[in-house]
């Protein structure tokens, strides 16, 4: 008989679980943004200044940013001395994509960059999105600049760290927070921008507006010569306040964890539908421009639940058509466009237990956060008048 079922077994003891506990130096998370003509020309000074071990340098840009403002960049980091590489890839959300994801971290690979190195993201949000999740990946991380040339990646994208790819499931949903080394916005590279891009990027500023100062809202509307126009000395203070009051909100929840009503989560006011109509219009509306379709219907969500009275609606309806936004909200909720909305909202990100956090605003720069259903969200958004 052996000696183990012949002793009555004792109830073992479970040794504790031992708790180490690891102390990681807080994360520096704050860089500046600068805001000012010509502050590409001091690109090459800044990486000196923040991140003076790197020697090599990859500009990632797009085949439409990279011939109009690549040389500007690459001049000021060669004058600093750092040995540069562009990688250029086609402009559009299409380059948001594993694939173009992979390739570029094997051009930062080939063309030698190590883990003291540094990128350049220069181009529009889907560069500073692409640009800055190859920075997060590569070698488990080397910092990134943004150097926004869009105005929509000026007042968004390129302030807050977030950087992603798209899947065949959805837009970003492969992606990290990676916040920039800092952050160059130069107001006149928008030159060259389309008056269309540029009205997308006043979405994102109007969103601003909308959630956190009805003043900066009405500033935004009454400069609509000044930025078509494109009067630097007008738009260059109206940018630094779009940033700031995003750079606020930012502050406030880093890692979007707060689900209060006042952290990031605000900063997806129009944004729900937004890019499900953005998604449904195969990328043929701008994201500003399905930004905008989605604010109007979260006006029309927050007067069904009687939070907002139908002013609001009216107020940004014609902000929109001051700034050349879209206001044909109708068209992306009914018959095949309608359905494939519906169908992308199924599949948001953002959804837990088939409910979505959706923001809403009483009126400008009064936020608040409502839970609903897919279909409910739809209903709101359709009863018009
Ligand atoms: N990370 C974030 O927090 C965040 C926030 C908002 C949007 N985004 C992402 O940003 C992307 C949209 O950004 P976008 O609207 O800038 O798109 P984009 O990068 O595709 O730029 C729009 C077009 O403008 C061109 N362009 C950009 N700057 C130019 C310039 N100065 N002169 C001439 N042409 C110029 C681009 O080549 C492109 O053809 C989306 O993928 C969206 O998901 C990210």
């Not at 560069?127 to 920075?135: H, K, P, R, T």
């Given at each position: 008989?052996?000696?183990?079922?012949?002793?009555?077994?004792?109830?073992?003891?479970?040794?504790?679980?031992?708790?180490?506990?690891?102390?990681?130096?807080?994360?520096?998370?704050?860089?500046?943004?600068?805001?000012?003509?010509?502050?590409?020309?001091?690109?090459?000074?800044?990486?000196?200044?923040?991140?003076?071990?790197?020697?090599?340098?990859?500009?990632?840009?797009?085949?439409?940013?990279?011939?109009?403002?690549?040389?500007?960049?690459?001049?000021?980091?060669?004058?600093?001395?750092?040995?540069?590489?562009?990688?250029?890839?086609?402009?559009?959300?299409?380059?948001?994509?594993?694939?173009?994801?992979?390739?570029?971290?094997?051009?930062?690979?080939?063309?030698?960059?190590?883990?003291?190195?540094?990128?350049?993201?220069?181009?529009?949000?889907?560069?500073?999105?692409?640009?800055?999740?190859?920075?997060?990946?590569?070698?488990?991380?080397?910092?990134?600049?943004?150097?926004?040339?869009?105005?929509?990646?000026?007042?968004?994208?390129?302030?807050?760290?977030?950087?992603?790819?798209?899947?065949?499931?959805?837009?970003?949903?492969?992606?990290?927070?990676?916040?920039?080394?800092?952050?160059?916005?130069?107001?006149?590279?928008?030159?060259?921008?389309?008056?269309?891009?540029?009205?997308?990027?006043?979405?994102?500023?109007?969103?601003?507006?909308?959630?956190?100062?009805?003043?900066?809202?009405?500033?935004?509307v009454d400069a609509a010569d000044a930025f078509f126009g494109r009067d630097y000395d007008v738009i260059a203070p109206l940018i630094a306040t779009s940033v700031g009051l995003k750079a606020a909100c930012v502050g406030r929840d880093p890692w979007e964890q707060s689900d209060a009503g006042k952290g990031?989560?605000?900063?997806?006011?129009?944004?729900?539908?937004?890019?499900?109509?953005?998604?449904?219009?195969?990328?043929?509306?701008?994201?500003?421009?399905?930004?905008?379709?989605?604010?109007?219907?979260?006006?029309?969500?927050?007067?069904?639940?009687?939070?907002?009275?139908?002013?609001?609606?009216?107020?940004?309806?014609?902000?929109?058509?001051?700034?050349?936004?879209?206001?044909?909200?109708?068209?992306?909720?009914?018959?095949?466009?309608?359905?494939?909305?519906?169908?992308?909202?199924?599949?948001?990100?953002?959804?837990?237990?088939?409910?979505?956090?959706?923001?809403?605003?009483?009126?400008?720069?009064?936020?608040?956060?409502?839970?609903?259903?897919?279909?409910?969200?739809?209903?709101?958004?359709?009863?018009?008048?």
């Amino acid at each position: 008989m052996s000696e183990r079922s012949s002793i009555p077994s004792a109830p073992r003891k479970r040794p504790k679980p031992l708790a180490i506990d690891v102390r990681v130096p807080a994360q520096a998370l704050s860089y500046p943004v600068v805001v000012g003509c010509c502050v590409l020309s001091r690109l090459g000074e800044e990486l000196r200044q923040r991140h003076g071990s790197a020697s090599r340098v990859a500009v990632i840009s797009d085949d439409h940013v990279f011939p109009l403002h690549g040389e500007a960049a690459i001049r000021s980091l060669e004058a600093q001395g750092f040995a540069v590489t562009p990688v250029v890839v086609p402009a559009g959300e299409a380059s948001k994509q594993v694939a173009v994801l992979v390739d570029v971290v094997d051009q930062l690979l080939k063309a030698g960059l190590g883990r003291r190195d540094a990128v350049v993201a220069l181009g529009g949000g889907v560069i500073g999105d692409l640009a800055g999740l190859a920075a997060a990946l590569f070698m488990r991380g080397i910092p990134v600049i943004q150097c926004p040339t869009s105005l929509l990646a000026q007042v968004d994208a390129s302030v807050g760290g977030k950087v992603a790819v798209d899947l065949a499931a959805g837009k970003n949903l492969l992606g990290a927070f990676h916040f920039p080394l800092a952050v160059l916005i130069d107001p006149e590279l928008l030159a060259t921008l389309d008056d269309r891009q540029l009205a997308s990027g006043l979405a994102e500023m109007l969103k601003h507006g909308a959630l956190f100062s009805a003043e900066h809202f009405q500033h935004l509307v009454d400069a609509a010569d000044a930025f078509f126009g494109r009067d630097y000395d007008v738009i260059a203070p109206l940018i630094a306040t779009s940033v700031g009051l995003k750079a606020a909100c930012v502050g406030r929840d880093p890692w979007e964890q707060s689900d209060a009503g006042k952290g990031r989560v605000l900063l997806n006011f129009g944004h729900t539908l937004g890019h499900a109509i953005e998604a449904a219009s195969n990328y043929e509306l701008a994201h500003g421009e399905a930004v905008a379709l989605g604010m109007l219907a979260s006006a029309r969500v927050a007067r069904a639940k009687g939070i907002a009275g139908a002013d609001l609606e009216v107020t940004l309806r014609d902000a929109f058509a001051r700034l050349r936004l879209p206001t044909d909200l109708d068209v992306w909720l009914s018959g095949e466009r309608g359905a494939a909305v519906e169908r992308m909202l199924g599949q948001d990100k953002k959804r837990s237990g088939g409910q979505l956090s959706f923001v809403v605003i009483a009126r400008l720069g009064e936020p608040s956060v409502l839970s609903l259903h897919v279909r409910e969200l739809l209903a709101l958004a359709r009863r018009s008048g």
